[in-house]
């Protein structure tokens, strides 16, 4: 198995040329903080050497990045203009119990997505710009660096959450936000899991703009505010009184609390699989009963359900009725995933997928198996 | 502009064709006649019409794929139809196309607060999905100029903006799911009430297609609660390089106004003349508007009233009142009309990063001056999306020639300085030609095999989008 750690586009762009005239399978790498489907067959194919900011105008609100650049390094040289990524990327290690480091590459082909999602949009929402070396060896490039722009189809978001089976990202422009300067935390205590929703969903339909709606693992309910302080301050006052009717709310300062829920941190380091559901808010409840005992983190006012279950359970099977769809997140170390990483898509919709991969990815070498596993007829 | 040699044999087979079509669709939902055809000969880019064959106005999803299913096994090409209103002849028809409009399918599915969302048919208007859940303090987000008129089909198809795209993004942003018909009659739904995509996020390909993926008839949108209130500030200053300065400081102080307009001197005039705003007759007018609470209101105007002082503004108007707040938006919102009654126009909407603000006013200035023609600038400065309106005379022949050659520079100029041809009009037929200055062989390729995948047959939305040579081997296969 050989390593390519290609330090520029043109470099991407002959490892998989020669790839794809020997049909040899690449397996794509970020960071591998998250190896949603598994280490991949054949030779590793690394962006960690395409490093680097290519630029970044904080009057534009707008940053664009190679692949291989840490998190890290994108996160400090925004904060220190005051800016941030505002979809709030997790940080997988603690979850999936892996070293390594977060890259932009890694981040986008997982549209990675924290809490604030539901008020910011998701990675995918925040994007402006790709580039791409697709299976053929093409090098793509969509979208640019300005936050507006419907010039052509939108490969854009196409590549995110493509999981390297479309291409191997090789650069990415966001559109970045002001960091807020306070956060507050209004915080119910004592709620079930259908009270909490029901708290959050009314929270969601305030005028105060709530950035973060959480409920921990039969523990506290919580929802963020953030902005300048003044603002803050009225606004937690003002939806403390307004969920009046699920209790005497808290109201907690600073931003720390939710590392934790952005990072899945109450699943860290206890075993059993990790799944993400994502259903409508309302939903929530019913994943949470069908799971039975399960544990249950609700993100996204009820719409993003991680649960921690028995690696043989069926969860796909159990949320039959519910719509909406399921990805394992991570299965006990040495243990093959028992079911089928992604949701299983709809005939219609699978088509056009499989009519995607083959269009950037004739032979198949990108990936092979990520995220178009043979799936098993559920029983 | 070059449209492709309408199918002799497509206009032979009329009758047969509106005979199927008529079988699976009520009487009055099938039009054929010249005449009537003539409302469908062109959309909001009225400089070029082609009535079609004919137009079909379905009720229902079900009818979409009825129809559909018959212009595939005919080889029909198929224009699908908003409400008209693109400004980049994306509803154009040819003239051995059906025009499928939606308009027709307005209703109102389902409404769902505690989810925050609502499910209409796509032939429903913007403004319409705002009016039916304003009463309870929600509204939806993308609000382009046309709002009162534009389909939420149109909206999707050009992944539509608005003024205030900068804090609430546009229909990509705001768009959850879809049911969507494809050329060969298969029904896809996309996304629903919850958040992200499974697999590939085929609803962001979907967003922004132009009508070349399919037709969508149902949307699911996010719709949002009211803020408490809203207020602008209006703030006048000399050279538009101080203004474009402004704009830049107020974004880097962490402060995220709902809109920064922003109006050049020929602009501000013709408001002014036409709706008497009150506007101070200067070089560059900045409207800025802060939403929130009172408290929050005030602290945001603090801080840009701290900045725009800063850079010695000629005028500096705060709103004390809902009157004075209108008064400073009735220039701004009637900025189009005031145009449309000195000249002719042709609007533009390349977007640049907003740093090159001031370098590129002064380079549409120079252009403008060498091709001896006007334009009025007005834009939303805060996302870098331009609109030069361009002025002329249409009944001057040539000028609209001239025009149309001084617009394709200005945009080639957006590109140039690391923008794009369009921010949310869309590439229709109008900037078709102009894709080949933005991307190169391997981009439009890409694009095309996007296409490629949805529409194989090439029938859907034809000559839109991509540059005739480059999509003739698919269109003639």
């Known amino acids: 198995m050989a390593l390519f750690e290609p330090n520029d586009e043109n470099a991407v762009a002959e490892v998989i040329r020669t790839a794809q005239a020997e049909a040899r399978p690449l397996a794509i790498r970020g960071g591998g903080t998250r190896v949603v489907g598994g280490e991949g067959d054949g030779d590793v194919l690394t962006t960690r050497n395409l490093t680097g900011i290519t630029l970044y105008e904080p009057g534009a609100l707008t940053i664009v990045a190679r692949a291989g650049t840490p998190l890290d390094e994108i996160r400090s040289t925004l904060a220190a203009e005051g800016q941030h990524l505002a979809f709030e990327p997790m940080d997988a290690r603690g979850l999936t119990g892996r070293d390594g480091t977060p890259t932009v590459g890694g981040m986008v082909a997982a549209n990675v997505s924290g809490p604030r999602r539901l008020q910011a949009g998701a990675c995918r929402d925040c994007m402006i710009g790709v580039r791409f070396v697709d299976g053929t060896g093409r090098v793509i490039r969509n979208g640019g660096r300005v936050m507006k722009n419907v010039t052509g189809l939108d490969l854009v978001r196409m590549m995110a959450g493509s999981h390297g089976t479309l291409g191997v990202i090789t650069e990415v422009g966001f559109k970045v936000l002001p960091e807020p300067a306070a956060t507050a935390t209004v915080q119910l205590t004592g709620l079930d899991v259908t009270t909490a929703v029901a708290a959050m969903t009314a929270a969601m339909g305030t005028p105060f703009d709530v950035t973060g709606a959480a409920h921990q693992p039969r523990g506290a309910t919580m929802l963020r505010l953030e902005g300048f302080e003044g603002s803050v301050a009225y606004r937690a006052g003002a939806l403390a009184k307004a969920l009046k009717k699920f209790g005497q709310a808290e109201i907690i300062d600073g931003p720390e609390a939710w590392t934790d829920i952005r990072d899945v941190t109450a699943f860290a380091g206890k075993d059993g699989a990790v799944w993400r559901i994502s259903v409508k808010p309302t939903d929530g409840p019913r994943v949470v009963e069908a799971l039975g005992g399960a544990d249950c983190l609700l993100d996204w006012s009820g719409g993003l359900v991680w649960a921690l279950t028995d690696p043989e359970f069926d969860l796909r099977a159990a949320l039959t009725g519910i719509p909406g769809h399921a990805t394992l997140m991570r299965v006990p170390v040495d243990a093959a995933p028992k079911w089928p990483v992604f949701h299983p898509e709809p005939a219609p919709v699978a088509a056009l997928s499989r009519g995607l991969k083959a269009k950037f990815d004739p032979q198949g070498i990108l990936n092979p198996g990520q995220m178009d596993r043979p799936v098993p007829e559920p029983a | 502009m070059r449209m492709p040699e309408p199918d002799a044999a497509i206009i032979a087979r009329k009758d047969q064709i509106v005979a199927r079509l008529s079988a699976v669709l009520p009487d009055e939902a099938v039009i054929f006649d010249e005449t009537e055809l003539r409302a469908y000969e062109c959309d909001a880019l009225t400089a ?407 529409d194989p047959s090439w029938l859907l939305n034809p000559a839109k989008v991509f540059p005739l040579n480059v999509s003739e081997n698919r269109r003639v296969a």
């Open chain 2, 48 to 454: 070029y019409r082609c009535p079609p064959l004919c137009a079909v106005l379905p009720a229902s999803t079900e009818e979409v794929v009825e129809i559909l299913k018959i212009c595939h096994s005919e080889g029909v090409p198929v224009v699908p139809r908003g409400s008209g209103t693109s400004l980049a002849g994306g509803a154009l028809p040819t003239a051995d196309c059906v025009i499928l409009g939606v308009a027709r399918m307005n209703q109102v599915l389902e409404t769902d607060y505690d989810n925050r969302v609502i499910r209409v048919q796509t032939g429903r208007t913007n403004l319409s999905v705002t009016g039916e859940v304003e009463g309870d303090g929600f509204f939806y987000a993308p609000d382009p100029s046309s709002q009162l008129a534009c389909a939420i089909a149109g909206n999707i198809a050009m992944n539509s903006g608005g003024a205030h795209c900068l804090k609430y993004g546009v229909t990509t942003n705001n768009l959850l799911g879809v049911k969507m018909v494809l050329m060969d009659g298969t029904v896809v739904e996309l996304g629903g009430a919850h958040l992200d995509a499974p697999g590939y996020d085929l609803l962001g390909l979907v967003c922004g297609s132009e009508g070349q993926l399919g037709v969508v008839t149902e949307a699911t949108l996010r719709i949002l609660k009211k803020p408490e209130g809203a207020r602008p500030v209006l703030i006048g200053y000399d050279s538009n390089e101080v203004a474009g300065a402004c704009v830049s400081d107020i974004i880097r102080a962490g402060v995220l106004p709902v809109a920064i307009e922003f109006m050049d001197r020929p602009c501000i005039r013709a408001c002014e003349s036409f709706a008497k705003a009150g506007y101070p007759d200067v070089e560059a007018l900045l409207i800025v508007e802060v939403e929130g609470s009172e408290a929050e209101i005030q602290e945001q105007l603090e801080k840009i009233v701290g900045i725009a002082q800063r850079h010695n503004p000629v005028e500096l108007r705060e709103s004390s009142s809902e009157m004075e707040s209108a008064l400073i938006w009735k220039g701004r919102k009637a900025a189009f009309g005031a145009m449309g009654q000195i000249a002719d126009y042709i609007c533009l909407d390349g977007t640049i990063p907003v740093n090159e603000l001031p370098h590129v006013l002064k380079r549409i200035t120079e252009l403008t001056n060498s091709y001896g023609l006007r334009v009025a600038n007005v834009f939303h400065a805060g996302d870098g999306n331009m609109h030069p309106l361009i002025l002329y005379n249409a009944n001057d022949p040539g000028e609209l020639e001239k025009a149309e050659a001084l617009g394709a520079d200005i945009l080639r100029l957006c590109v140039e300085v690391g923008g794009c041809l369009t921010g949310e009009h869309g590439v229709g037929v109008e900037k078709r030609d102009l894709m080949p200055d933005q991307y190169g062989p391997n981009d439009l390729e890409a694009q095309i095999d996007v296409k490629d995948v949805f």
